[in-house]
């Protein structure tokens, strides 16, 4: 039906952005559609302008920079041809109130070159907010053991009273694939799960980082600390990363210091406990002891064996009792390694139509014992490198050109590239916020070097094998 053969029946907000989506919906991936578009509420029309409310104000940034046209083009299909947009951006009062304090913005209703007219208004609805959170991760679905028991017990403390307990900060800290991820998830999905109105967002350190740096490249720094700000609940995993860059610690202090006086959840994972991370500002060490830190141990032989079973209940796989004690008597150091030889053992039953028997688990488990390889993260290349050189390792992160500085630095680079599977962007990020044509110049100035100065050579050859040796 097209517009004139419409105009003349009521029209309702809801009605009108209804039929906007349909075409929307055509023209993006389902998942674009489902983060940035499902959340999205109209709530008034007034003639030939539609209002319609955003969670924040990177809402609307990113849907200007990325949707701008599909959305324009179904407006005018469901309004006609001076159709306007206009984006409600709401912020809760307390989280306000503290803003107000530390110099943000005061965000009045504008119009764009575009036409779009742009509003912050009080309010948002949690229940539209994207928490990021994985729905697989629950506590249910979280296999207690005596490594785990304690972590576990504070993670459901928190999720029945957020805020509202001496467990703010609640850090849990672990080595990799011991499920902290999955706990702290589990909190977030238990808030939501239980009705609360609560803004709940997850994010890795990783992506703040990122996010904060896409941030001043835009000049959008206050609407950036604006959106953290306004949270209820803040899952933080694996802060070790904020290591060496100090503005992004420096933001992250103060977003932590407004959201712990306005008494709202703050939650966080790492590798170590606080006071072990290197490279963190004392200040915010400080902070990040000031609740509870709990740790959580490799799983004991009963709990690996719990765990098999459990993923074998729930696939409806039956898995002989031999094969399941093998298997876990020979994956001992994280959980995430014993799902996946879990998976590879029901990948060859499926695809290849074997029986499932101590045979099998064996072949699927060879690579494991034998290697067990693990993968290197920048900071593990960072620390071999600095001890090689016999320099601070926070010093590969500093913006000094000091030449007994400059060469390792680019040293640590280019086998940083070699050896994990950061981007380079990521990379640059572990080096005191370089961007990545830094690294791309670093790397092919060692490759030129490595050609030319034998004495060079000998170095990297033997961080080579340094870095071979600790990896398998």
Known sequence: MSFEATHTLPLTAEGVWKRCLVQIKESVK???????????????????????EVPSTYFYDWLEE??????????????????????AVRVPRAAA???AQQQTFDFESTETEDGVVLQE????????????????????????????????????????????TAFNPLVLYGGVGLGKTHLIQAIGNAIIESGSRKRVYYVSSEKFTIDFVESIEKNRTIDFSNFYRSMDVLIVDDIQFFSGKERTQDTFFHTFNTLHQLKKQIVLSSDRPPKELVGLDERLISRFQCGLTVDIQPPDLETRIAILRKKAEDDRIDIPQDVIEYISSNVKSNIRELEGCYIGLIARHTLEQRP????????????????????????????IVADHFKIPENSLRAKTRKQEIVLPRQVAMYLSKTFTRA?????????????HSTIIHACKSIERQLREDEGLRSHVDQLQKHISFVSG
């Open 423 to 435: 981007s380079l962007k990521t990379i640059g990020l572990h080096f005191g916020g370089r961007d």
């Open 66 to 87: 990325h949707y701008f046209e599909v959305i324009q083009s179904s407006l005018r299909d469901a309004l006609g041809p001076n159709a306007k947009l206009q984006y």
């Open 97 to 99: 109130s503290i803003q």
């Open 121 to 164: 208004q009080e309010g948002l609805d949690p229940v539209l907010f994207p928490h990021n959170l994985n729905q697989k991760f629950s506590f249910e679905n979280f296999i207690r053991g005596d490594g785990n028991q304690f972590a576990r017990a504070a993670a459901i403390n928190v999720a029945k009273n957020p805020g509202e």
């Open 30 to 52: 389902p998942l674009s559609y489902a983060t940035w578009f499902e959340p999205l509420v109209a709530t008034a029309i007034d003639g030939s302008l539609l209002t319609v």
């Open 356 to 383: 499932i028997n101590l045979a099998l688990a064996e072949i699927v488990l060879k690579n494991v014992i034998s290697s067990d390889k693990r993968d290197l993260t920048v900071e593990q290349i960072q620390k």
